[in-house]
Each structure stands twice: as C-alpha cells, then as structure tokens.
C-alpha cells in the first residue's frame, strides 16, 4: 500500500468554478500536511500546509485536514485559467526528515 | 533573496556514464533535500544532508550518492547510469534540522539514452 493515494485526473474545470482535489494516506502518524503546484516542467512550488485537522484558507485556496479519516483535501474558489498546473499533496511525520508524495492531479481550467 | 537554485537545467548523458548534479539552497537555509520525480508521477525522496552529513535515506541504491559542502550547497551523483534513471531531479532547503515545509528548485532534467 502506497503512503499517499491522490487521484490523477486529469480535470477539467470551467474558468469560476470551485475545484475539490483530494488524497488520502495510510499511516496515522504523519502530521504534516502540504499542497504543492507544479507547472509543466517546473518545480513545484508550495501553496498550503497545516500540521493540524481542520480548514486553513489562503485567498482562493482552502485546504482541509480530516485525520480521523486520513483525508486532505484542497479547495480552489473562483477558478482561473492560470490555475491550470498539477496539485501535488505531500505528507510528513513528526521531525521526519522526507516528505511522501501523491503522483499529483492535472487541472485545467477552461476560459 | 534567491530561491533554491540548480545547476545544471537539462542534460542528456549514455547508458553506464556518471552525472552530477548541483544544488544552492535559499537563503538562510542549512538543510538539503533531494527527489526524484518520473514522468507522470510525484516526486520521490532520494536523501538529505545536514551539517554535511546524510541524515536520512530513501529507497534508492548505492549508485545515488551525494555530499554537502561547508556553505550548504549539496551535490547529487549518480553513477552507472540506467534508463530508468532518467527523470526531473528536484533539489529542496529548508532552515534547520527540523520542521517540514520545504521550498523547491526548478530541478534538472536528466535523460538517459
């Protein structure tokens, strides 16, 4: 079983749309929680992280933590084209010095 | 204040050669971290340094070696090159030893032909 399961799309969005990208993860010790964007060959870039279950908004961005569930959720309001890009969830423990990945959903957000 | 910077962006290297790639961290930042990212998939931990050691390693063979210099930049070396190796190589800092939220560089491109 992987660390991080995360669907890899792709989706396609009309431009205002609100965006839900999920993973979930099997190990109940991970505490750290990030969002990442990665534009076509690029680096990917963080958006979000929380270390705690619950919602933590950044503009457009929400990102939701269910521990009780091993789920994260990001939520992107108000859609733009220049959101297009892969959404990445990563994962970590405590201290831990590595980060697990999910393969990354592909977005694209349609004018 | 520069991000994380690496060197080189792309190349393209035969089947058995040996590569090195290199990685300036941000500004301020003392720990360094290396992934492996294939195509269509995320990126994957190779290893990390700090204070010039490998403090933690991931699920990768001995061919992938690296090494952490005096003002925190880091190498990453890869010997007997395979097809499979070809991949975006990620270098990522973060300041101190601790804590988790970790900044990426644009990474380099490496095929193996």
């Known amino acids: 079983q992987k660390e991080v399961e995360q669907d890899p799309g792709p989706l396609s969005v009309p431009e205002g749309a609100i965006v839900s990208l999920n993973c979930t993860y099997s190990?109940?010790?991970?505490?750290?929680f990030m969002w990442y964007r990665q534009y076509s060959r690029k680096g990917p870039e963080l958006l979000m992280y929380?270390?705690?279950?619950g919602n933590k908004e950044d503009g457009r961005f929400t990102a939701q933590v269910d521990k009780s569930s091993k789920y994260i959720s990001l939520f992107i309001r108000d859609s733009q084209p220049s959101d297009s890009a892969t959404y990445l969830c990563?994962?970590?423990?405590?201290?831990?010095?590595?980060?697990?990945f999910g393969t990354g959903t592909r977005l694209t957000v349609i004018p | 204040d520069a991000g994380v910077t690496q060197s080189p962006t792309h190349l393209i290297k035969t089947r058995g050669q040996q590569v090195t790639l290199r990685c300036s961290p941000k500004?301020?930042?003392?720990?360094v971290s290396w992934y492996q990212q294939a195509l269509g998939q995320g990126p994957q931990f190779i290893f990390q340094?700090?204070?010039?050691?490998?403090?933690q390693r991931g699920n990768f063979p001995d061919r992938f070696s690296g090494h952490q210099f005096p003002n925190y930049s880091s190498e990453l070396n890869v010997n007997a090159l395979l097809l499979g190796d070809s991949a975006l190589y990620l270098c990522?800092?973060?300041?101190?030893?601790?804590?988790?939220?970790?900044?990426f560089g644009e990474g380099s491109w490496l095929t193996v032909v």
């Open positions: 190990n109940s010790a991970f505490q750290y």
């Open positions: 990522a800092s973060r300041p101190g030893h601790s804590g988790n939220t970790i900044y």
């Open positions: 340094y700090y204070e010039e050691e490998e403090r």
């Open positions: 929380t270390y705690s279950s």
């Open positions: 990563a994962i970590g423990e405590t201290g831990a010095n590595n980060l697990f």
């Open positions: 500004s301020g930042h003392d720990t």
